[in-house]
């Protein structure tokens, strides 16, 4: 079995999709602390202009001592508004925008008072539109209170995960050594983004999943997103190699 986790993510990049495809569980680290200026609430799109941030307004207060689970949206801003205005205007005019439209003009309506719940609706549309088929698990439905890498350890004992597949920022402080005396394998995901049709000019890469949905057929976007990537074969070999 392959095993990975993550944080929720708005309007998730390519990469975070990677990562879901090649596991067999995935678990949202839903109960880990929030972090300011990450990707959990914020992301880009882009525009004529260039890139721009759409971010999902929190409450601050306190914030350090709260888990992303416990994080409310700040709704005295408009940010619904200003997000579905800022996807229809910079991709009306996108090939396949009209297929998707209704979708985000709804979501863009509802009254969000969590951001888990925006996150969490997210990641199932977009997972369905993309036919991944990955079991998905919340970090607070399982009794795993750790920290750090112990929490990785007990997060994949739980599970029945004997290996772990880490972003590529893992290598900055994942110890190896640690991990093979709690018996895991763990691989850094090396993500080469992919290059495809985009609106405004050059290729612009780390957009939002959504700059990819409206610019490139429904049956390509998985293949875009895996092409010149390590597959799940191909890491299930590795993983039995080492053992």
Sequence with gaps: ?????????????????????????????????????????????????????????????????????????????????????????????????????????????????????????????????LNINTEVIFQSTLAVHSKKQQLIVDLCHNCGANNFIFGAQGKEYADEEFFKKNNLEIYFQNYKHPIYVQQYGGFVQNMSIIDLLFNIPKNCILDIILSDNISKSELEKIFKEKK
Aim: charged residues 25%.
């Design 1 to 129: 079995m392959l095993f990975s986790a993550h944080q929720p993510a708005y309007l998730p990049w390519l990469g975070y999709f990677h990562k879901l495809a090649l596991s067999d569980k995935f678990v949202i680290l839903d109960n880990v602390q929030f972090e300011k200026n990450s990707y959990t609430n914020r992301n880009q799109i882009k525009t004529s202009n260039g890139p721009i941030w759409l971010t999902v307004p929190v409450l601050n207060t306190g914030h350090s001592d709260k888990t992303i689970r416990e994080m409310k949206i700040n709704n005295n801003e408009n940010w619904r508004d200003k997000h579905w205005k800022g996807i229809y205007f910079n991709y009306k005019k996108a090939p396949y925008f009209d297929k998707y439209a209704s979708y985000f003009e709804d979501f863009y309506t509802k009254d969000w008072v969590n951001l888990i719940d925006v996150t969490n609706e997210q990641i199932k549309f977009f997972m369905q539109e």
